[in-house]
């Protein structure tokens, strides 16, 4: 009876522990946001952005970040950096050089000018002296004989509509191309396009995180030809692109790519990308993920039965991120006590109510950029015996301690059941 009463408190500790929130005595460092004047009636429009900076981000990962005024929360959207080169923005006219129709359809070919440096097409003008309702098939790339992109969109022009502006068409995937072919129903449309709109093209900030190759784990998988090497991402950096180098001149060969998935404890596939290298070339090999990585991970190499590459450089793209959220009327009255808490690896995802944050909503309002202070140490931190590393040591500990409670009555039969047979043994 006894047993079962400890094997009972076993798991009522088991799930103590696992429901206590994290408290902020758990994170290593703090830094001070510091907040501008701002006009209290002004208070419903104006959202503060903060730059997560180098210092925060080496030490801080995808999931430990908190924004904290007097000890609460407050919530916040995270979204990465864009930057562009230009502010330029216009139209150019496209020319037509190729069009033929047939019984069903009609095929025209638009040759674009080469857009401004650091620009990109976003959108397509066409016009009609005739009404007209239907859909068109849009294919774009830089060789009339290899479009890369292709799309469908509605047009529409009623006659005697009140609206008699040319039909905009915007690019689901804006670029830089030399060719548009629109294909579609054939009708007496006699369109015409009087520009191609373009704008600054964006591109991701990113921060440069070198990865000692030296200390990875790695091993040979024979049966397959793949050299394995493990990443442990201990401070769940999300990184988008990766670059490597290698120590041979010449090769060619596939790399795959796997993160291991928290929610379903094990490693999840995510591509496969050639890599190659000639004779004479220097360059690291860059490679773009198809999505974001925040855990640990593995790189895999298929050499085949070529001799394994050798791995000199690994080097993680993070992106440049901020912290964007609405700037209330406590903030103000307590300027002071507006903080960013951050490192602690095992720190859980925060999840807010992010309604009023949506970039759409964001959208021609205000926004203060607001600095951080410099990095201070929290003198409160220490690991909770409710939080991980310390409740993970404690749990297994507690499930020894309750498998030897289990264990224990066992191996007491057992014993007093050798005894008995030895006596036997000598009786007889």
Not at 3 to 31: D, G
Not at 127 to 137: A, G, Q, V, W
Not at 321 to 328: D, K, M, R, V
Not at 409 to 420: A, D, H, I
Request: hydrophobic share 35%.
């Amino acid at each position: 009876m006894n047993y079962r009463i400890s094997f009972i408190l076993f798991f009522i500790c088991l799930f103590n522990l696992q429901a206590v929130p994290v408290k902020l005595s758990s994170f290593k460092y703090w830094k001070s946001v510091t907040l501008k004047e701002v006009p209290t009636e002004s208070l419903d429009t104006i959202y503060g952005v903060v730059s997560i900076d180098e210092e925060l981000s080496i030490h801080s990962g995808a999931n430990d970040v908190r924004l904290v005024l007097k000890d609460q929360m407050v919530p916040y959207r995270r979204r990465n950096v864009e930057k562009t080169e230009t502010d330029k923005t216009g139209s150019v006219s496209p020319k037509i050089i190729f069009d033929e129709r047939n019984e069903y359809s009609q095929k025209i070919v638009l040759e674009l000018p080469t857009p401004p440096k650091n620009t990109q097409y976003v959108s397509l003008e066409l016009d009609s002296d005739k009404p007209y309702d239907l859909d068109i098939n849009l294919s774009m790339g830089m060789n009339p004989k290899e479009f890369t992109v292709t799309e469908t969109k509605r047009v529409v022009k009623y006659k005697n509509a009140e609206n008699q502006l040319n039909t905009v068409i915007q690019l689901d995937q804006p670029g830089k191309y030399k060719y548009i072919q629109l294909d579609f129903v054939v009708g007496k449309y006699n369109f015409r396009f009087p520009a191609v709109n373009y704008i600054p093209t964006k591109s991701q900030k990113n921060r440069t995180v070198q990865v000692d190759v030296n200390s990875l784990k790695t091993y040979n998988n024979n049966d397959l030809g793949k050299k394995v090497y493990l990443i442990p991402n201990q401070e769940m950096k999300p990184f988008t692109e990766i670059e490597i180098d290698f120590q041979e001149d010449v090769f060619e060969r596939e790399v795959e790519i796997s993160y291991f998935s928290i929610e379903n404890k094990a490693y999840e596939y995510i591509s496969s990308y050639p890599i190659k290298r000639l004779k004479g070339e220097k360059d690291k090999i860059s490679i773009p993920l198809q999505r974001e990585i925040r855990s640990k991970w593995k790189l895999e190499i298929k050499n085949g039965d070529s001799d394994p590459l050798t791995l000199t450089s690994l080097e993680l793209k993070v992106p440049q991120q901020e912290l964007i959220f609405e700037i209330t009327r406590e903030m103000i009255e307590n300027p002071n006590d507006l903080r960013v808490y951050y490192g602690n690896p095992y720190a859980y995802d925060p999840i807010f109510d992010l309604s009023g944050l949506e970039e759409y909503r964001l959208e021609g309002r205000k926004a203060q950029k607001l600095s951080l202070a410099k990095q201070e140490t929290n003198s409160e931190f220490a690991y909770s015996m409710m939080e991980p590393p310390v409740s993970t040591t404690i749990l297994r500990v507690l499930f020894i301690l309750g498998l030897g409670l289990l264990v224990f009555p066992v191996y007491k039969v057992f014993l007093l059941f050798s005894e008995n047979n030895n006596k036997e043994k000598l009786e007889g």
